[in-house]
């Protein structure tokens, strides 16, 4: 009877919720500093979902992180986030993305 039973739960696992495959996610993504040196942007080429541009923005105790809005993402047409540093006079130290599925 034990074989029996845990070859009926090994045959359910798979079928439980979350055991499903990986969802794909946004792909092939960039991001780097805008031409006016205080933003930043990001974009995926292809994948479902949606992305964000970060800035790393400089503050007087340091730094701070930044983030545009999420900007779904469409294979062939250019969806592009841009984030704003809010001290325009100041460069951002650094660019990167965030991304989340559809």
Same mark, same amino acid.
Not at 59 to 64: L, N, V, W
Not at 74 to 87: K, L, M, R, W
């Given at each position: 009877?034990?074989?029996?039973?845990?070859?009926?739960?090994? =045959?359910?696992? #798979?079928?439980?919720? &979350?055991?499903?495959?990986?969802?794909?996610?946004?792909?092939g993504?960039?991001? /780097?500093?805008?031409?006016?040196?205080?933003?930043?942007w990001?974009?995926?080429?292809?994948?479902?979902?949606?992305?964000?541009?970060i =800035?790393?923005? #400089?503050?007087?105790? &340091?730094?701070?992180?930044?983030?545009?809005?999420w900007?779904?993402?469409?294979s /062939?047409?250019?969806?592009?986030s841009v984030?704003t540093?809010?001290?325009?006079?100041?460069?951002?130290?650094?660019?990167?993305?965030?991304?989340?599925?559809?």
């Amino acid at each position: 009877m034990a074989l029996v039973t845990a070859a009926t739960v090994a =045959a359910l696992v #798979p079928l439980a919720p &979350g055991t499903a495959l990986a969802e794909p996610v946004p792909s092939g993504c960039r991001s /780097g500093f805008y031409y006016q040196n205080y933003k930043t942007w990001a974009s995926c080429a292809s994948g479902p979902g949606y992305v964000r541009a970060i =800035a790393t923005c #400089p503050t007087s105790s &340091g730094s701070t992180k930044v983030y545009g809005p999420w900007v779904w993402v469409q294979s /062939g047409i250019a969806g592009q986030s841009v984030a704003t540093c809010p001290n325009h006079s100041r460069k951002a130290l650094a660019h990167s993305w965030g991304i989340k599925k559809y």
